[in-house]
């Protein structure tokens, strides 16, 4: 829930290159890959990131949770996932 509120209040700072989101809050869930290890930041960071879409979807911006669970999910669970096992591995 952390990252979902951090992806609703940073979304709004515009990219470089006009498309997307710039999404600050990805600290807290790099953060939890260092504490917590890979399964619950994998987990976390997936269900952030589709909650993140629907309080986006809400306010009017973002394409919505149906393009989070495409794109933006699976995504951040096998990113955050991979962190935290590289951060178990080699601490």
Do not use: C, D, E, Q
């Amino acid at each position: 829930m952390l990252y979902a509120v951090a992806i609703a209040i940073t979304a709004s700072i515009p990219t470089p290159w006009g498309v997307g989101h710039f999404r600050l809050g990805v600290v807290v869930p790099a953060f939890f890959a260092v504490v917590y290890g890979p399964w619950i930041v994998g987990l976390g960071a997936a269900l952030g990131s589709f909650l993140g879409s629907f309080i986006l979807t809400a306010v009017g911006t973002g394409l919505g949770p149906i393009a989070s669970l495409v794109s933006g999910s699976p995504g951040n669970f096998v990113g955050f996932y991979l962190l935290g096992w590289f951060m178990v591995k080699y601490r």
